[in-house]
């Protein structure tokens, strides 16, 4: 039980580090837009290999864990979540990645689209994955519905950008400017997803309850 216990602590420190590096690229993959930054954009992409690499090392850990310690219970659910938070946030990593390669896009010499609820959108996302992996660390289950329930918001920001930008785009012919910032907003509610994704598992975690594709109010 010891060495179930040290090598379940050492799988959390791993998730936490990965959780760490995709949130630092998500937030620098806004701010190199937002300062126009396109070193800050290149440095991004370059991390995508550190999470792939972080990706592989759980994976191998997680499998060596069930074969030597087999756990059980809520230990192995634990081990079988951190599998897809594994997944979840590798995808976290591949979405600030597009949104950098959109950035180098943009055209900032004519770039004037203010950028404020884009920001906005990014906030909230930021705190949705944050709190997602507090949830399933610290057993949370209100931590975990307030990550769920903040999905709407985002999906809301995303539709309000769209519709921003389809009408700068038909009253300035701007489409070269806009249709980067249409992408970016996709990415960033699937970042979101992902972060709802992981605030289902802390659920799954601490109850034994599956609650993806369920309502907020049936949780």
Same mark, same amino acid.
């Given at each position: 039980?010891?060495?179930?216990? %040290?090598?379940?602590?050492?799988?959390?420190?791993?998730?936490? #580090?990965?959780?760490?590096?995709?949130?630092n690229m998500f937030n620098d993959s806004i701010e190199s837009l937002v300062n126009?930054?396109?070193?800050?954009?290149?440095?991004?992409?370059e991390s995508d290999d550190k999470v792939d690499a972080l990706d592989n090392d759980?994976?191998?850990?997680?499998? #060596?864990?069930?074969?030597?310690r087999s756990p059980l219970a809520e230990e192995l659910r634990l081990v079988l979540s951190a599998l897809k938070i594994d997944i979840f946030l590798e995808r976290v990593a591949d979405n600030a990645t597009n949104i950098s390669e959109w950035v180098e896009k943009i055209d900032f010499? #004519?770039?004037k689209v203010d950028t404020s609820e884009i920001i906005d959108?990014?906030?909230?996302?930021?705190?949705?994955? %944050?709190t997602a992996i507090e949830s399933f660390f610290s057993k949370d289950h209100y931590k975990a519905i307030f990550v769920i329930d903040s999905d709407d918001y985002v999906d809301k920001r995303e539709?309000?950008?769209?519709?921003?930008?389809?009408?700068?785009?038909n009253e300035q012919n701007a489409s070269t400017l806009t249709i980067p910032m249409i992408f970016i907003a996709r990415a960033i509610e699937r970042i979101a997803d992902q972060a709802t994704n992981i605030a289902e598992l802390s659920?799954?975690?601490?109850?034994?309850?599956?609650?993806?594709?369920?309502?907020?109010?049936?949780?």
């Open positions: 039980m010891r060495l179930l216990d %040290e090598d379940l602590k050492q799988l959390r420190v791993k998730i936490s #580090n990965m959780a760490q590096l995709a949130l126009k930054d396109l070193s800050l954009a290149q440095k991004v992409k759980i994976d191998n850990f997680c499998a #060596n864990l069930i074969a030597l010499v #004519n770039f959108m990014k906030d909230r996302t930021a705190l949705m994955l %944050e539709l309000s950008i769209i519709k921003t930008m389809a009408q700068i785009t659920i799954y975690v601490t109850t034994g309850k599956i609650c993806k594709h369920k309502r907020i109010k049936d949780l």
